[in-house]
């Protein structure tokens, strides 16, 4: 199975990824136990059917050391000049306070040493406090170890626009923001996406499928409740779900989805995922990856064999209109980590 060529994106000038990214925050404890070696096989599963870029964080458990040991496997099984050909993206999360360069350097350097790699591809932060400007300290010395090699590119993960603007202007690269972008949660439309294509900054989405809720599994099935959602992902969706509009209104878009994929022939999953594709800036969409649990390779692999039309956007922006703005009860891209 190869995907087509509309799959690939040209990121930057040496980084050629996925459009679909294999999220790692499932592996992370709250989804099911994982088994390394189990894990790692499937990782060479996902890179043989062109799922070549890998999501992770330093704190979603192991996800860090299962892509040193999966580079480890792929050398020895396949030769050094096989590592060309994945990416692997991994946050930094500080506890805001004072930053100095020995302590940034420090954290990069873990990461290296987990992922078995030089130089980080990307390295995307978060902040919890605004009001803690230390924040800037923390990139500039990153800055300073991409200068020096230690980090290809620096990006951001769930910066609001009004901070994203203030940390371009401090003459810092920023080259991605990940944010949650889903038919259910589109605050991104409001700022984000028109100051992302203004200073060529892609997006890569999270929750683009609301932890599996849009799904053919949630269709006219009563509303869940908490002991019915199983994994972490599913709670935390439910919740925006309750915020957007609630079960009832949920229960329209599914049907409304249901009819989009077949029409297309597709899932609902794929139409939640193309629709987001689709938007301006928008880089990738983060699919989880229950790594030896629940694989969607092939199903993932037709969101490259279809596109949506005006009907179907006209449809689903009709049920859209019904829902809760977001972005009043919220407020911007990541404001819901920061209350």
Known sequence: ????????????????????????????????????????????????????????????????????????????????????????FTKWVPRPGRMTKKLVEENIDISRRRMDVESLDLMQFHWWDYQDKNYLDALKYMAELQTEGKIKHLALTNFDTEHLQIITEAGIKI???????????????????????????????????????????????????GFDLGTTSLRKYKNMVDAWGGWRLFQDLLSTLKQIADKHGVSIANVATRYILDKPAVGGVIVGARLGISEHIIDNAKVFNFNLDAEDSNIINTISSQSRDLYQLIGDCGDEYRR
């Open 1 to 88: 199975m190869a995907l087509s060529a509309d799959s690939r994106l040209q990121f930057t000038s040496d980084l050629n990824i996925c459009r679909i990214l294999n999220g790692m925050w499932q592996v992370s404890g709250g989804h099911g136990k994982i088994n390394s070696q189990a894990a790692i096989k499937t990782m060479f599963q996902y890179v043989d059917a062109g799922f070549t870029t890998w999501d992770l964080a330093d704190h979603y458990g192991p996800a860090e050391d299962f892509i040193g040991e999966f580079r480890r496997q792929l050398v020895a099984n396949r030769g050094k000049e096989a590592l060309a050909d994945i990416q692997a």
């Open 175 to 225: 080259v991605s923001n990940q944010v949650q972008f889903s038919l259910v949660d589109r605050r991104p439309e409001v700022n984000m996406v028109q100051f992302c294509q203004q200073h060529d900054i892609k997006l890569f989405t999270y929750g683009t499928l609301c932890g599996g809720l849009l799904s053919e599994k949630y269709i006219g099935k009563p509303e869940p409740r």
